[in-house]
């Protein structure tokens, strides 16, 4: 059974400071895997989606990459700001199914002006 | 275009109760997915739904949960006998198969 982890569970940083956050998995056979950000209160927003065969996704200051190999992924997030404060959650999609799904259960980040 | 939708965005209840929950996914989106979020706590999966076929309700926590999706569009979620350890936030997500999900604002669900 896939099991999604992320390190750390919570994370400051003062403003400008680039970041990483950590998502592994146990079973690399993986479909896809998407990164979302979570507000207080709010839905998730997707982020990036990497396809099993990519090894990594930009979106403006957001870079996603994937091992599959090593059952990582990390979120890099440069020249953080304070509107970046909330919760970033990964999710490993697998293959055998549409709903093989699984969720990480966060990293709580708080960018400090 | 409009994004997945969803209401109430709050509902209060008392103990015993059903509510009902309603979610609108985004136009052409054959899968559909309801998770629970409670305080502090990860996502967790209810069930999904992909186009004509047999619901994955393996996720439903007790028969007092139930739900449907009426011509492969809106679906909606009942839970009957409402207890407060229902209470949290109710998500819904949807995707082409494989594909993006993409998540509702969530329906806070608070059991008197």
């Known amino acids: 059974k896939q099991e999604v982890t992320q390190i750390p569970a919570a994370l400051s940083v003062p403003e400008g400071e680039n970041l990483v956050l950590n998502c592994s998995f146990t079973d690399s056979a993986i479909y896809n895997l998407q990164w979302f950000r979570q507000d207080p209160g709010k839905g998730l927003t997707s982020l990036l989606l990497?396809?099993?065969?990519?090894r990594e996704q930009t979106s403006g200051r957001l870079n996603a990459s994937l091992d599959k190999s090593s059952g990582r992924s990390t979120l890099y997030i440069a020249a953080s700001q304070p509107g970046d404060s909330a919760t970033y959650l990964c999710a490993a999609r697998g293959v055998s199914n549409n709903n093989d799904m699984r969720f990480g259960a966060g990293t709580r980040l708080t960018v400090k002006p | 275009g409009a994004g997945v939708s969803q209401s109430p965005s709050n509902k209060v209840t008392e103990k015993g109760k059903d509510v009902e929950l309603r979610c609108d996914p985004i136009?052409?989106?054959?899968?559909l997915y309801w998770y629970r979020q409670s305080l502090g706590q990860g996502l967790e999966f209810l069930i999904y739904?992909?186009?004509?076929?047999?619901?994955?309700k393996s996720g439903l926590p007790s028969d007092r949960f139930s739900a449907e999706r009426t011509g492969g569009s809106v679906s909606t979620l009942t839970i009957q006998r409402t207890q407060q350890e229902d209470s949290a936030v109710y998500l819904c997500?949807?995707?082409?198969?494989?594909?993006?999900?993409?998540f509702g604002p969530g329906t806070r669900l608070t059991v008197l």
């Open positions: 136009s052409g989106h054959t899968a």
């Open positions: 739904f992909q186009g004509n076929s047999a619901p994955d």
């Open positions: 990497i396809q099993s065969s990519q």
């Open positions: 997500a949807s995707s082409r198969p494989y594909n993006e999900q993409f």
